[in-house]
């Protein structure tokens, strides 16, 4: 069997051939003749000639073959103390039933649903519903407030919106309903109508527009409705995933259908190792994407067993969950954020809870989402004795850019690398004239053009602002956002973002966002928002403050009052996700000449480093005056 060399130079040097046998692995309604359109670049379009449904291939396609009593989905629920499996003709029945009632309220090939859920099952059926007509979804994470699902709807422009009445968040019952009534009021474009999962923590009141999920679903099984899988073009989009950019504006990540399915089937069994029948628990949220991808889609493609965990690491209701889910499932690959293993490190440091489970069929740690810290690499490896793979990916490209291809060959490890460029993926690093850089050395680190498949065609509605954010940096290539080295052995080292999007506890958020929330104060002239180091989340937001002239901070309660107001705008504009706790009121912010902050080099002064100070500075007493306050002396 060829290895990890010869299979990624094969994907640079015979793209075609490569990613046309990868597409093999998938039922096509019309097999693709054609690899790449590389005619309008850096609009690049995969298997433009091939027809294909996707849920088809997640679900009919294993029953058809034989398998329909194989487990596709485990749904287990510490929160609620619930545990439920779907067979893979069970899944492709409640997808099918979902599909008719979707229709039944008009949603047809190319329209919009917007799918606001917790980890429940049905958040799953409802994707691969919509996949089934053709239709893209949008999920928007349950832990965004009301505003930011408006933004959403109002981009989306969604037929229907389908919800929950309430997610479990740890011992708290978070009712969605109102969040998501708010959100349709904000909003300009408003949804034909939503369906409501009643869940019995709490019951949503509903309205005339409000279709209720049982319901709709026992009327569609009753009069026979389910709906067949509708093919689609292989480039029509199958879902639209909004993700931070350094404005409070979202990017409508689009992602289109057969190229992703394509570069999932091929990830499953060569990064992952996990193969049709065998079981991945993937503990993310539907919401991001590595809950599409690899809750959802991947594995389903592959005919595998997913895993849906509604719960946290720690807490739901003890450092053990994982453990247990792992014996309970004989999973074999284990998909986490680093955070997740910190915060079980720091519960359980001797790891006196897995000793109480046979987590004998766990073959490999997977950890992305932000960095994977040496510290805790070597933790989760010393304690679980089997390979841990830090791998580097993003909402934008749908799958890793950098893994250890465990299915393939194991490489070796080093520990701070998520290892070698998966296929298709040929990464550089560039200074700022655009030239490549000597190995070991830090640059912005990019992709040559053309991405492969599964990586984002363009954003929704907005090809100006895909080119203008991602492909003009460097003419030819894609800019990850994300600074870093090659070493010698070709090993990529991802050091950290080099604009304004940070990573809190493996959640994706813009400083700029935040940075619009607290200008919104009335008592606010200016203010800043940076990402520090943080032990446990990995990064959190600190804000930075300066008042209006004639705002009396000397008053009585002024400054505690303020900075309760002001984390409470975050939370309520945003979402208790954006995890901004820290405000402090400055004199001043530091700049250069031109007016921009200085924000790197505030960073860079909270976290300890020592970052020199830009010889652009405007006033270089500014920085003195707030560097206590940023070292929090
Ligand atoms: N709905 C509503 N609120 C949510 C939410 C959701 N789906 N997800 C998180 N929140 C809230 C939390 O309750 C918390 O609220 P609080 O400030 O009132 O306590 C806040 O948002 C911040 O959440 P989080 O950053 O997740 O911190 P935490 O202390 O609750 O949990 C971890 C810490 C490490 C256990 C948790 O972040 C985790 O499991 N991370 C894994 C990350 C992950 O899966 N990333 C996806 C990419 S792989
Ligand atoms: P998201 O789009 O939410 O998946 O976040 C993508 C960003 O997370 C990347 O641009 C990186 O900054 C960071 N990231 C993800 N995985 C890794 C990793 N393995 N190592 C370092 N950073 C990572």
């Not at 931070?244 to 060569?270: E, F």
């Not at 450092?319 to 004989?330: D, L, Y």
Request: proline share 6%; glycine share 10%; aromatic share 8%.
């Amino acid at each position: 069997m060829a290895g990890y060399e010869e299979i990624f130079r094969s994907s640079v040097e015979d793209r075609e051939r490569f990613w046309l046998r990868a597409a093999e692995a998938l039922d096509w309604h019309v097999a693709p003749a054609t690899a790449l359109d590389d005619s309008n670049p850096p609009f690049y379009r995969w298997f433009p000639d091939g027809e294909l449904n996707v849920a088809h291939n997640a679900l009919d396609r294993h029953v058809d073959a034989g398998n329909g009593d194989r487990t596709a989905l485990v749904y287990d629920s510490p929160v609620t103390g619930s545990r439920r499996t779907y067979t893979y003709a069970q899944l492709r029945d409640e997808v099918a039933t979902f599909a008719g009632v979707l229709r039944g309220l008009g949603v047809d090939r190319g329209d919009r649903v917007v799918i606001y859920m917790p980890m429940v099952p049905e958040a799953a059926i409802a994707m691969l519903a919509c996949a089934r007509l053709g239709a893209v979804h949008s999920v928007v994470f349950g832990g965004f407030a009301a505003k930011e699902l408006a933004v959403r709807i109002d981009d989306a422009g969604p037929k229907v919106v389908v919800s929950a009445s309430c997610g479990i968040e740890g011992k708290r019952v978070i009712e969605y309903k109102p969040l998501l009534d708010k959100a349709i009021e904000l909003s300009d474009r408003k949804p034909e109508a939503t369906v409501i999962l009643q869940r019995e923590q709490a019951t949503a009141q509903l309205g005339p527009i409000d279709v209720d999920w049982a319901e709709a679903t026992a009327k569609a099984r009753a009069d026979g409705r389910a709906a067949d899988p509708v093919p689609v073009r292989s480039t029509d989009p199958l879902y639209v995933l909004y993700t931070s950019g350094t404005t409070g504006k979202p990017k409508g990540v689009v992602r289109d259908s057969g190229g992703y399915a394509t570069a999932l089937a091929w990830s499953m069994p060569n990064i992952y190792d996990v193969d049709a029948g065998e079981t991945i628990f993937t503990a993310s949220d539907v919401g991001w994407v590595v809950g599409h991808s690899y809750i959802v889609y991947g594995p389903l493609l592959a005919g595998a067993t997913t895993v849906l965990y509604e719960g946290k690491p720690v807490g739901t209701p003890d450092a053990g969950q994982f453990w247990r889910v792992v014996a309970e499932n004989r999973v074999k690959s284990l998909f986490t954020a680093p955070t997740a293993f910190r915060a079980i490190k720091k519960e359980d440091p001797d790891g006196a809870f897995l000793a109480e489970h046979d987590v004998s069929s766990l073959r490999y740690l997977f950890l992305a989402g932000e960095r994977l810290d040496p510290e805790t690499y070597r933790w989760a490896s010393n304690l679980l004795g089997i390979p841990v793979i830090d791998h580097w990916w993003q909402t934008e490209t749908g799958w890793p850019i950098a893994a250890n291809p465990a299915g393939i060959e194991l490489l070796d490890i080093k520990p701070g690398s998520p290892t070698r460029p998966m296929p298709g993926w040929d990464v550089q690093v560039l200074d700022e004239t655009g030239r490549p850089v000597e190995p070991g050395v830090d640059g912005a680190i990019v992709a040559k053009l053309p991405l492969p498949p599964g990586a984002f065609p363009t954003l929704w509605n907005d090809d100006d602002r895909y080119v203008n954010s991602y492909m003009k940096a460097f003419e030819g290539y894609y800019l990850t956002g994300d600074g870093g080295h090659l070493d010698a052995d070709g090993y990529v080292f991802v050091m950290g973002r080099t604009d304004d999007v940070i990573n809190v506890a493996g959640h994706r958020l813009s400083t700029g966002g935040m940075e619009e929330v607290l200008a919104s104060h009335a008592d606010v002239a200016e203010c800043a928002v940076i990402g520090v180091a943080d032990t446990m989340k990995g990064q959190i937001p600190r804000g930075f403050v300066v008042l209006k002239s004639g705002v009396d901070a000397e008053a009585e309660g002024y400054e505690e009052r303020l900075r309760a107001e002001l984390v409470q705008l975050v939370r309520d504009q945003i979402g208790a996700v954006a995890s901004l706790k820290d405000v402090a009121i400055v004199p001043a912010l530091p700049k250069t000449r031109s007016g921009k902050i200085l924000r790197k080099t505030m960073r860079g002064i909270a976290d300890g480093t020592d970052e020199p100070v830009p010889s652009t500075i405007d006033d270089a007493s500014v920085l003195d005056t707030i560097r206590p306050i940023l070292r929090r002396e």
